[in-house]
């Protein structure tokens, strides 16, 4: 069973980097046709897809976003991270890493606060 865990600081200055790890537990973010994904959900408003890096290390973003989103992995830690450059406060939200095996977003983790603010 695919565990998942987001982690990192909870509170970033605006025009600074928020940067986040997702540890992956029960299975390794090299298996076959897996991807690992970046989701975020501001106050009052539904998801929004950030962006994923594949099993063999392709990364893809959202086009809203991609100039200032970086997906990286770790693989002897079995953790995938995110770093989203110079937030403001429209960045707060709830961010969530999923596991997504063959383009189904099946293992999710409980996602984390992280609050842009001065």
């Known amino acids: 069973q695919v565990q998942l865990q987001e982690s990192g600081p909870g509170l970033v200055k605006p025009s600074q980097t928020l940067s986040l790890t997702c540890t992956v537990s029960?299975?390794?973010?090299?298996?076959?046709?897996?991807?690992w994904a970046w989701i975020r959900q501001p106050p009052g408003k539904g998801l929004e897809w950030m962006g994923v890096?594949?099993?063999?290390?392709?990364?893809y973003y959202s086009p809203s976003l991609k100039s200032r989103t970086s997906i990286s992995r770790d693989t002897s830690k079995n953790q995938f991270s995110l770093q989203l450059s110079s937030v403001t406060p429209e960045d707060t939200a709830v961010y969530y890493c999923?596991?997504?095996?063959?383009?189904?977003?099946?293992?999710w983790g409980q996602g984390t606060q992280v609050t842009v603010s001065s």
């Open positions: 999923a596991g997504v095996p063959q383009y189904e977003y099946d293992y």
């Open positions: 029960g299975g390794s973010i090299r298996d076959t046709y897996y991807a």
């Open positions: 890096i594949a099993y063999d290390g392709a990364t």
